[in-house]
């Protein structure tokens, strides 16, 4: 019989790598301390992801993701500092739809107050930037990380470039023309991806909590049934946080305040007003926000399905991830409810936008166990 190998391990030359959906990850020379380290590290950023997608909410329902009207990774993480560089940024913000439309008479006072929430907004992205770079680095450094999981730390670095791209293709679309507004599936790609980053960093920390033997032991006591189900839950939820970008991206929870008819009616009126067709999912504040709320009655309708089916299980652990699912579910669809009623207002918008989350994390952490049940979560 072969021996198994340990978390920690030497590997020859002529030794073959671990499988790359192991979660052996250093060799036998370094020690717990690293992998702890490592740990540390995914889960700061798992918390500055947090933070700042709760900032960039704040940032979209303050109106202040237009303030900045040029990209500069370097050179703008630094704010104006006299009056004269204050007045300059001033100056082109006065330039783009947004000012000329909306906020035309703006006080500087004003101006400052939204300035500070997009330059904390992009702050905190270079801070995550920073933090994953030093980090990563530095574990290639003293770490002897193998292959598989080093591709894996690469790809959130790789994810985190890609998602400050975005960022600013998101905001360039606000810039010009006769919008007041960023293009909403342009907010839709960048929340999106943050979500998927989020969702990265939290399996990964989810595996390295666990070893390679338990790991191994327990997906042989998968069911198929409960994958499924948490994979679904998954594709949905993603799906109805995209909705919810759109929503977001052109003010549609402001537009119908009763529920739960929509202007004392089931379907908005007016629909499909706008030519080609394909644009009213993106621009007709009716049709987004009817779309938006199918969608979540769909999502709840299946995590109590889900939730049901899966107290057919023997694995208290599992029901314990589903129950806590059922509740999130339940809570975010009434802030959401309470959301649009009162048209949105920052303080209750936030929430709704912070349950986002927590349903994304706690459908990840239960997909998890339904791939990976713990043996000793049986009940009797």
């Given amino acids: 019989m072969s021996k198994k190998r340990a978390i920690f391990q030497e590997v020859s030359d002529s030794e073959k790598p671990i499988a790359s959906n192991s979660v052996g990850i250093i060799e036998k020379n370094s020690n717990e301390k690293i992998k702890n380290t490592i740990q540390l590290w995914l889960k700061t950023l798992f918390f500055l992801i947090v933070l700042i997608i709760l900032v960039g909410g704040l940032t979209r329902l303050t109106d202040s993701g237009l303030s900045i009207t040029e990209?500069?990774?370097?050179?703008?993480?630094l704010p104006p500092f006299s009056a004269e560089s204050w007045a300059a940024e001033f100056n082109k913000y006065k330039q783009i739809p947004e000012y000329k439309l909306q906020n035309d008479g703006m006080s500087l006072s004003e101006f400052k107050f939204i300035y500070w929430w997009e330059w904390g907004h992009r702050q905190l992205g270079r801070v995550i930037g920073l933090v994953w770079f030093f980090g990563?680095?530095?574990l290639l450094s003293f770490g002897k990380i193998q292959k598989p999981w080093r591709l894996r730390l690469l790809l959130i670095g790789v994810l985190i470039g890609v998602q400050a791209t975005i960022g600013w293709w998101m905001v360039s679309s606000g810039l010009t023309g006769t919008v007041l507004d960023v293009a909403s599936y342009r907010l839709a790609t960048h929340l999106g991806l943050a979500f998927i980053i989020l969702g990265y960093i939290m399996w990964?920390?989810?595996?390295l909590g666990r070893s390679e033997t338990f790991l191994l032991q327990a997906r042989r006591n998968a069911e198929p049934k409960f994958m499924l189900l948490s994979?679904?839950?998954l594709h949905l939820t993603f799906l109805q946080i995209l909705f919810g970008a759109l929503v977001a991206g052109i003010d549609a929870g402001r537009?119908?305040?009763?529920?739960?008819l929509m202007a004392g009616q089931f379907f908005p009126p007016d629909l499909f007003y706008l030519n080609p067709w394909w644009r009213n999912f993106f621009e007709d504040p009716g049709l987004v926000q009817f779309v938006h709320r199918v969608s979540g009655y769909v999502l709840f309708i299946f995590?109590?399905?889900?939730?049901?089916?899966?107290?057919?299980?023997?694995?208290?652990?599992l029901k314990f991830a589903f129950n806590l699912i059922f509740a999130i579910a339940f809570f975010q669809m009434v802030v959401g409810i309470v959301t649009v009623m009162y048209a949105a207002p920052w303080e209750i918008a936030i929430v709704h936008q912070f349950g986002a989350i927590l349903?994304?994390?706690?459908?990840?952490?239960?997909?998890?166990?339904?791939?990976?049940?713990?043996?000793?979560?049986?009940?009797?």
């Avoid at 990209?71 to 993480?77: D, L, Q, S, V, Y």
């Fill in 231 to 233: 994979t679904g839950l």
């Fill in 255 to 260: 537009s119908y305040t009763d529920w739960p």
């Fill in 359 to 380: 349903l994304w994390v706690s459908v990840l952490r239960a997909r998890f166990i339904t791939k990976y049940p713990p043996n000793n979560a049986l009940s009797k």
């Fill in 204 to 207: 990964f920390v989810l595996l």
């Fill in 136 to 138: 990563f680095i530095s």
């Fill in 71 to 77: 990209w500069k990774p370097i050179t703008g993480a």
């Fill in 303 to 317: 995590c109590v399905y889900s939730w049901s089916s899966i107290r057919k299980s023997g694995n208290e652990s």
